[in-house]
């Protein structure tokens, strides 16, 4: 099963962005909606770094203290099962987001508890 990420882009400082994430080879329609979900992000050199998760029935959210207040996670409807807003965007944004799927259903912020990736979207916020 492959996850597909959409929605990146070139941006200015300030300007928003909303991302989302797809699972359209999944077998039977599958959403993962036992599945805590979550995005990260990636700047080449660097290691892929969590960004906000859920868990499977939304009650349960993370994000990482640089992106509090300005970022919001949530679950979507079956064919868009999770989208990324993204707002008042910095230079220091830039990067590849990814979409993951954990084997649980908690949004963690360990990469290596997702087993399920998409190939990423490149976001960059121009100052």
């Known amino acids: 099963v492959q996850l597909a990420e959409s929605g990146g882009g070139l941006v200015q400082a300030g300007d928003s962005l909303r991302l989302s994430c797809a699972a359209p080879?999944?077998?039977?329609?599958?959403?993962?909606?036992?599945?805590?979900l979550a995005w990260f992000r990636q700047v080449p050199g660097k290691e892929r770094e969590f960004v906000a998760g859920?868990?499977?029935?939304?009650?349960?959210?993370n994000y990482a203290d640089s992106v509090k207040g300005r970022f919001t996670i949530a679950r979507q409807s079956a064919k868009i099962m999770l989208t990324l807003q993204m707002n008042n965007l910095k230079p220091e944004d830039t990067a590849v987001y990814y979409c993951?799927?954990?084997?649980?259903?908690?949004?963690?912020?360990?990469?290596?508890?997702?087993?399920?990736w998409g190939p990423g979207t490149q976001v960059t916020v121009s100052s």
């Open positions: 080879g999944a077998a039977g329609g599958r959403t993962f909606s036992s599945n805590g």
């Open positions: 993951a799927a954990a084997r649980s259903g908690f949004g963690s912020k360990d990469k290596n508890d997702y087993y399920y």
């Open positions: 859920i868990s499977w029935n939304g009650g349960n959210i």
